[in-house]
């Protein structure tokens, strides 16, 4: 079975900190692409930043990025400089290529910013 | 405003009872998904359809059901509701069959059973 897991259910940073959220899958696919999404207070789900399984270049946008480790099957997204809107649930998914058309969501990581 | 739009924003129902969610998807797009996100199972896969297909399924219930109209916009019809079948409901939708560059979600239905 496909399955994404996300190790840390509460995590806290403060602001203009770091932090590394941690994601591992399992898939047996060569064709697949990972992504993170972010669901604020709201509940709406925003895409955060995507990597495509073949690129080896960890993918970046503004202030967050990632660490894609194909062999270890892991995919940690880091944000810099923490903001107070950062707060939120993050979720990492998978898709897989071939007949498995769904999104596979890992049980998320809720993320507290500090003042 | 994503543009996939879902509504109603809130349903409070009775056990028992049968609700249909509605979901438009963002122009353009074909495929069409349904999430079930409860407070203690995260985001589940419930169906997908993609130009008036059926292309996937997940953990749905029998009692759940869905369909994509030539418009493309869906419905997902819940019945015989049960308590545990709170949580919000999440409709998303991608240009091609594939969703390799992701999904775009709208607000979600928060479904209360009573």
């Known amino acids: 079975a496909q399955t994404v897991t996300q190790s840390q259910p509460e995590m806290s940073v403060q602001e203009a900190e770091t932090v590394t959220l941690s994601c591992t899958y399992d898939?047996?696919?060569?064709?697949?692409?990972l992504f993170w999404y972010k669901q604020p207070p709201s509940r709406q789900m925003i895409l955060v930043i995507r990597q495509e399984a073949y690129k080896q270049q960890n993918a970046t946008e503004n202030r967050f990025s990632v660490n894609f480790q194909k062999a270890a099957k892991s995919f940690s997204l880091k944000i810099s400089d923490s903001q107070l809107g950062d707060t939120a649930m993050y979720f990492c998914a998978s898709h897989y290529g071939g007949a498995t058309n769904k999104l596979i969501f890992g049980t998320g990581t809720l993320l507290a910013v500090q003042p | 405003d994503s543009g996939v739009t879902q509504t109603p924003k809130h349903l409070i129902t009775a056990t028992g009872q049968r609700v249909t969610l509605r979901c438009s998807p963002r122009?353009?797009?074909?495929?069409v998904y349904w999430y079930q996100q409860s407070l203690d199972q995260g985001l589940q896969f419930l169906i997908q359809y993609y130009n008036g297909e059926e292309r996937a399924k997940g953990n749905i219930l029998e009692r759940f059901s869905a369909q994509q109209f030539p418009d493309l916009h869906s419905e997902l019809n819940l019945s015989s509701l049960e308590l545990g079948d709170s949580a919000l409901y999440f409709c998303?939708?991608?240009?091609?069959?594939?969703?390799?560059?992701?999904?775009?979600f709208g607000s979600g239905t928060r479904l209360t059973v009573v």
């Open positions: 998303a939708s991608s240009a091609r069959q594939g969703s390799s560059y992701g999904y775009t």
């Open positions: 898939t047996s696919e060569n064709n697949y692409y």
């Open positions: 122009s353009g797009d074909l495929s």
